[in-house]
Every structure is written in C-alpha cells, then in structure tokens.
C-alpha cells in the first residue's frame, strides 16, 4: 500500500478485518512483527524510540473516542502538547489553535468546557488537537462512529474541508458515501489482508476479488 502527499487513502472493510491496527502500527502504538513502513523514502524503525519518535512527529491521530481533558477548555486541549510537549511559544500556538478551531468550525468555543459541547464537536476538538501537532499525515480512525447519526455530518464536513486544504489523510471507515466521494484511494482489507485498492469507481462499482464483491454487495445493496 502506498499513500501519495495530499491524497486521501480510506481503509474500508469487516470488522475486525485489521483497518485500526494499520493506522495504530503507524504510529507504534501496536508492535510491527515483519515488513516495513517508509515515509518520503526513510524507513521507521520501530525498535528505536528515535525513530518512533520522529514518525510521530509527521503523524497525528484521531480515535473514535475522543478523550478531551474534561478540566481544560477547548483552547487548553488544543495548545497543550504543542506548549508542554513540543515546546513551542505559547503566543505563537494560541494563534495557531485560533485558526483551527476557525477551520472546524469551532471558533467561538474557545473558553468552553469538554460537557458543554455536543459530541460532533468534541470529536471537532479532537480534530484540531492533531492539527495543532503540525502533522503531515492525519489519521483518522472511524471518527464518526461514537456519534449520533444527526452529528455525523458536521465531523464529515470538517473533514471535507481539510481535503480542501491539501492534508494527507488515511481513515477508516464505515461512512461509504463519504469515502466515495472524498477518497482518492480506496484499500479494501479482510482478516489483516489487503484484498484489493483502486479509486473508488474501481473498487464500489468494479470489485475484481470474490471477497470484495460479495461484501459491497450487501453493504451497498441500499
């Protein structure tokens, strides 16, 4: 699987298929037990802290839950790593963390609490906290399936807008008619193999495999 600097590449399947592990085995949360992953040609050596360190520092990811720190504003979920962590000028991330939380459309809660918001916009928040890490990869694990159906839509055009943008994005998901029309490259997986990749006519409209055919069959029947 190859990922192409501002493309969007979305890792559809079952359950269980292996789509979460992919992106947890990018950033070293999940131990990688054989073949390579390389990043504008360098290969990440995840037995070395370094290394992982460095891929970290390309990555960010965003999980289903969105585990906000309840006792911080918005503003202090968003600036916090990029100011204890990374240690960058607290003027210069507030700043920065202004115009995100503008880009998810989140730009008067900057005072407000984790339960004031509604869970579209803590996942929002989660959202512009990877992107305050500077990331040149984004990635998304089924961002949208903690959320009532009614709040899918404002995370799905966030994200629509950061494809705007040009970010590099690799997500899993559940949502086919978002993937169909966001994604660039669509990787169809089933038990931790990938079965087949193409643009999304190819693989929604045109599946080669047996596998894959019979499973967008039944998920796109309606």
């Known amino acids: 699987m190859s990922v192409k600097k501002g ?13 979460s592990t992919v992106l947890r085995a990018l950033v070293g949360l999940t131990p990688i037990t054989g073949g390579n992953i390389e990043i504008a040609g360098q290969t990440i050596d995840y037995r070395s802290a370094r290394s992982v360190r ?3 520092d390309t990555m960010a990811i965003v999980f289903q839950q969105y585990n906000l720190f309840q006792n911080m ?22 700043a920065q963390a202004k ?18 918001l509604s869970g ?3 996942q929002r928040v989660a959202i512009a906290r990877a992107l305050a890490l500077e990331p040149k990869i984004l990635l998304l694990d089924e961002v949208t399936s903690a959320l009532d159906p009614e709040l899918v839509t404002e995370v799905l055009d966030t994200i629509r807008r950061l494809a705007g943008e040009g ?27 990938i079965i087949e990749s193409g643009t999304p006519r190819e693989i929604f409209d045109n599946p080669k495999t047996d596998r894959a055919q019979d499973f967008f069959s039944k998920i796109l029947r309606h």
């Not at 493309?7 to 789509?19: C, M, Q, R």
Request: aromatic share 4%; net charge neutral; hydrophobic share 45%.
């Open 167 to 193: 970010m590099t994005m690799i997500l899993v998901s559940h949502e086919m008619a978002f993937v169909r029309e966001v994604a660039n490259q669509v990787v169809f997986m089933d038990r931790g193999e």
């Open 73 to 94: 504003t918005v503003m202090g979920n968003v600036t916090f790593a990029p100011i204890k962590i990374k240690r960058r000028p607290v003027a210069e991330v507030e």
């Open 7 to 19: 493309e969007i590449s979305a890792l559809v399947g079952p359950s269980g298929s292996g789509k």
């Open 120 to 122: 579209g916009q803590q």
């Open 99 to 116: 115009k995100l939380l503008d880009l998810v459309g989140l730009g008067d809660k900057h005072g407000a609490y984790p339960d004031q």
């Open 54 to 56: 460095a891929a970290r």
